[in-house]
């Protein structure tokens, strides 16, 4: 009877301690989401991505982290609806707004990309401008549930700005050289790659000077998720990426 007793006393140790090893390891993996087929932050359609500026940035940040990650690409909704419900931890690139900051805890920013006001070459004169009244005039280009930073949207609604809504950058780009839309918003990364992968378009797009917004990237976590106390350790991995110019090498990869 003893030797029973003390058998199954060491099935109970070993089972807790395998138990405390599997918590241990998925308490040390953190689930990402990012955009499919958003170059220059990824490309591929769907499953685990193995190119793109979000997967290098994760890699770099999660070789000083002592976590693991799991990354894989969804459509933009998707990604959303996972840091609402917290079936997954976090989204790899994202620009703070009111309404992500409801559902959302960011990092510190580990990218700066500028926007810029985007137009056809074939127009007559070019354009500049100094606020978004500037702008009135125009049809403008931009795509459902991009960030385009407070000012915008202030503007949008007291000056009545004319907005032509679409799913895709892609489809600006199109309407754009129809002169279907005057101008169209987008960040200098995803315009400058869109135009790379699809050479028809070089030469006949150029943006105005100023920039209508300096985009700080970050990660950002699910206010659901059990993760979120990474969040001081991946900003002190960052500080010290920027301050080593980690970061700038990666992202010079890139641009």
Not at 3 to 18: A, D, N, V
Request: overall charge positive; aromatic content about 12%.
């Amino acid at each position: 009877m003893r030797r029973i007793i003390e058998s199954l006393s060491l099935y109970g140790i070993l089972f807790f301690l395998m138990s405390s090893s599997l918590y241990a390891s998925e308490d040390n993996i953190i689930l990402l989401s990012e955009e499919a087929n958003s170059p220059p932050y990824s490309y591929e359609s769907d499953g685990t991505p193995t190119k793109g500026l979000s997967l290098a940035l994760m890699n770099g940040i999660f070789a000083h982290l002592g976590a693991k990650m799991d990354l894989k690409l969804f459509p933009w909704k998707r990604c959303l609806i996972h840091m609402k419900q917290g079936t997954r931890d976090a989204l790899t690139v994202l620009s703070i707004n009111e309404e992500r900051k409801e559902f959302l805890e960011f990092t510190e920013p580990h990218l700066e990309i500028k926007g810029y006001v985007y137009y056809s070459a074939a127009r007559e004169k070019g354009i500049s401008w100094n606020s978004f009244e500037d702008l009135k005039g125009f049809k403008i280009g931009v795509v459902a549930g991009f960030n385009y930073g407070k000012e915008f949207e202030k503007s949008k609604k007291e000056l009545s700005l004319q907005i032509s809504e679409v799913t895709r950058l892609s489809q600006n780009f199109e309407k754009l050289t129809l002169g279907r839309i005057d101008i169209m918003l987008a960040n200098q990364a995803e315009a400058g790659e869109f135009i790379r992968l699809n050479p028809k378009y070089k030469g006949k797009i150029k943006h105005a000077e100023k920039p209508y917004i300096v985009y700080q990237y970050r990660m950002a976590f699910s206010k659901k998720s059990n993760k979120r106390h990474f969040i001081p350790k991946i900003n002190d991995v960052i500080k010290k990426m920027k301050s080593n110019g980690e970061l700038d090498s990666i992202v010079s990869n890139f641009f």
